[in-house]
């Protein structure tokens, strides 16, 4: 069977950064997050989790820590362990989702916390050959910005360029004088582009 899920960045709203993803439902959550971040524009640099409702809800599935110190328990135990953490590595998402609606919600960078909620839209009979989005909107904000309030921050800035950090920002951001930074940028025909050449699915 095939899944599809509607993305949804929390707290940027003018425009909303959401991503529609069609995706095989015996792939693992990690595979999921790294279809994720080539889906919503994240460059994959830092620890992620997904659990119901964010941090402290259970079940909490991850990938492990750089330093190996997380204590996983087996599969099995997804539904009735109520707070256990399990390894993203082996949970399928045919583990976790069951039914259209059924929601989680995905934590990306634990110190910026992004925060998406993610609903399963739609349930159909057929496998895909390969991870595609149907239809997407918003830029995805930049890496390392300090969260929802600094990228709220930098949006203010670049529409000032007297500030004293606008000078600062335009390179770090990719940009030169006079270019415009679209928040409304998405190339879905891009994204899918990078989706056919992942190699682990």
């Known amino acids: 069977m095939a899944y599809q899920f ?108 992004w925060t998406h909620s993610i609903t399963l839209m739609n349930i159909t009979p057929l496998k895909v050959d390969r991870p595609y989005v149907t239809k997407g909107k918003g830029k995805c904000p930049p890496e390392d910005c300090g969260g929802i309030y600094g990228y709220e921050h930098i949006l203010e800035v670049l529409t000032n360029p007297k500030d004293p950090e606008y000078k600062e920002l335009l390179p770090w951001l990719g940009m030169e004088k006079g270019d415009v930074y679209d928040v409304h940028e998405f190339d879905v025909d891009e994204v899918n582009e990078e989706l056919r050449d992942m190699i682990n699915l």
């Open 6 to 113: 509607k993305i949804q960045l929390k707290g940027v709203k003018k425009p909303p950064v959401y991503r529609v993803v069609v995706v095989n439902d015996d792939i693992t959550f990690h595979q999921f997050h790294e279809i994720i971040q080539i889906s919503m524009g994240w460059l994959n640099y830092h620890l992620y989790q997904f659990s119901p409702t964010g941090y402290g809800s259970y079940p909490n599935i991850q990938m492990d820590t750089p330093e190996g110190n997380l204590e996983f328990a087996p599969v099995s135990t997804l539904k009735n362990g109520h707070r256990h953490m399990f390894d993203s590595f082996k949970v399928k998402l045919t583990d976790y989702f069951q039914a259209e609606q059924d929601k989680i919600t995905y934590i990306y960078d634990f110190g910026d916390d």
